[in-house]
């Protein structure tokens, strides 16, 4: 069983800068596709990036391309997701997330298609 464990979140001003980190446990994190997804107050829970098993390909939501980079660590069992340029909009808990299947095309966007879930960290981004 994968146990995924969020860090990192917390308050930045629009235009700032934050780095939030998920640990994975178990030996075969490398096999597991990773994502990110984030839920605003009174909105849809929506996907924010992926990343295949080998970190060689990237998948990202419209609203954050050009200012989110995901990356993953396999040596430490980490994702990353760095996120800049931050706007009020991207407050919302952001959730980790790993797919036991190899994820393709648009099966990266569904939340449905992801196995485990963390518990979230809040991000709030002040005006």
């Known amino acids: 069983q994968v146990q995924l464990v969020e860090s990192g979140g917390g308050l930045v001003q629009a235009g700032g800068s934050l780095r939030i980190s998920c640990a994975a446990s178990g030996r075969t994190f490398s096999s597991y596709a990773m994502g990110w997804f984030r839920q605003a107050p009174g909105n849809e829970r929506e996907f924010v990036a992926g990343i295949s098993t080998s970190g060689l390909t990237t998948y990202y939501a419209d609203s954050v391309k050009g200012r989110f980079t995901i990356s993953r660590d396999n040596a430490k069992n980490t994702v990353y997701l760095q996120m800049n340029s931050l706007e009020p909009e991207d407050t919302a808990v952001y959730y980790c997330?790993?797919?036991?299947?190899?994820?393709?095309?648009?099966?990266?966007?569904?939340?449905?298609?992801?196995?485990?879930w963390g518990q979230g960290t809040q991000v709030t981004v002040s005006s």
């Open positions: 997330v790993s797919a036991d299947r190899r994820l393709y095309g648009s099966r990266w966007y569904l939340e449905n298609n992801y196995d485990h």
